[in-house]
């Protein structure tokens, strides 16, 4: 079955670097994806990586993807006031027509 | 502007009540769909429509119901809410290349509760 899971809750202070961890147990997924929610919004894609890469560099923001223990990271670089938010991990699994959400890592940056 | 946009934003209805969720998107997408978030469980999906007059089941579609006549709406209808419909709901969408991606383009949200 499909199981996505992330740790809740992430403070850090500005400047700082961010890490945000998520696992997944389907070993199917073919695109993994890094979502932001803020406060009273939709989610935004950020990024997304595809399943036979293992790193993706945009700007800020670095996706790596751990195949063998099925697990992805978001970094950000020099965390902003402005980058506080729900940050959801996702799948997308061969076949299916919908995305498979972890539960989200509400990320507090501090000044 | 591209948007995704859902009304009512918040509603506030009894149990048994029929209720209607708009969603409108103005990018000529193919693919729409409905999710709802709830503390700890993350998004998970209600409804998707591939195309006009194409809709499937997700995850939870149990006590929904859609219809997609034309391409640009996507309605979510509640027949007979009750209390565990309480949630935060997201409709999305995206052209049938990008649903192969996944790369969704989400509404704000619409925040129900039933009393």
């Known amino acids: 079955g499909e199981d996505v899971e992330q740790s809740l809750f992430l403070s850090v202070r500005e400047g700082d670097s961010s890490v945000i961890n998520c696992t997944y147990t389907?070993?199917?997924?073919?695109?993994l994806y890094w979502y932001k929610q803020e406060p009273g919004a939709g989610l935004q894609l950020l990024t997304y990586?595809?399943?036979?890469?293992d790193m993706k560099q945009d700007q800020r923001l670095t996706v790596l993807l751990n195949k063998k223990d099925k697990h992805l990271s978001l970094r950000i670089a020099d965390t902003q006031t402005g980058d506080s938010a729900i940050y959801f991990c996702?799948?997308?699994?061969?076949?299916?027509?919908?995305?498979?959400f972890g539960s989200g890592t509400r990320l507090q940056v501090q000044p | 502007e591209a948007q995704v946009t859902q009304n009512p934003r918040y509603l506030i209805t009894v149990t048994g009540k029929k209720l209607t969720v708009t969603c409108s998107q103005n990018?000529?997408?193919?693919?729409m769909s409905w999710y709802r978030q709830d503390p700890g469980l993350g998004l998970r999906q209600i409804y998707y429509?591939?195309?006009?007059?194409?809709?499937d089941k997700g995850d939870v579609p149990e006590g929904y119901k859609v219809s997609r006549k034309e391409k640009r709406n996507f309605p979510l209808i509640l027949e007979s809410p009750s209390p565990n419909q309480t949630s935060l709901y997201f409709c999305?969408?995206?052209?049938?290349?990008?649903?192969?991606?996944?790369?969704?383009?989400f509404g704000e949200g619409s925040r129900l509760t039933v009393l």
């Open positions: 999305a969408s995206t052209s049938v290349d990008r649903a192969n991606t996944g790369e969704l383009f």
């Open positions: 389907d070993s199917s997924s073919t695109y």
């Open positions: 990586i595809f399943s036979n890469m």
């Open positions: 996702a799948e997308m699994v061969a076949g299916r027509r919908a995305l498979t």
């Open positions: 990018m000529n997408h193919e693919y």
């Open positions: 429509s591939m195309n006009v007059e194409v809709t």
